[in-house]
């Protein structure tokens, strides 16, 4: 195999399972740091009000986080997602400089572009998705 072929399958399948699984658990350790101090915020966040537009975040990465980790509605999640990462990182970071590395938007920026891609690819391997998908077949 050439560096310049795609891997056979089925593994660009399963990374992408890889994938969907790592982003969907960290994205939702950002959520339980939000909603629950779970892992510890950095010093200085403020308050959770859980209906304010941080705590509707934190709900979104906590939620959202497990159903992409899991699989589960991973397309329209994702696309949800997505929306959430750029809003944060044009509300929240771009303000401060244009590049990613200056305004600690890096992240945001990962994530977005992350969750468009699984929009686009769906969930990969070991999925609730592809559970679901292989028994609607067989009826």
Do not use: K
């Not at 959770?48 to 329209?76: D, H, K, N, Y």
């Amino acid at each position: 195999m050439s560096v310049y072929d795609p891997a056979p399958a089925p593994w660009p399948h399963r990374m992408l399972g890889v994938l969907r699984i790592v982003a969907g658990l960290v994205y939702m350790t950002a959520g339980t740091t939000i909603l629950f101090s779970f892992p510890p915020p950095p010093a200085g966040m403020p308050p959770l009000v859980l209906l304010s537009q941080m705590g509707i975040g934190g709900m979104l990465e906590m939620v959202g986080g497990l159903c992409i980790a899991l699989g589960l509605f991973t397309r329209p999640v994702a696309f949800v997602l997505a929306g959430e990462m750029a809003v944060a990182y044009f509300q929240f970071h771009f303000p401060q400089s244009f590049f990613p590395t200056v305004n600690m938007g890096v992240p945001a920026v990962l994530f977005c572009f992350i969750y468009l891609y699984l929009m686009v690819a769906g969930a990969g391997a070991w999925s609730i998705d592809a559970l679901l998908s292989r028994s609607n077949r067989g009826h």
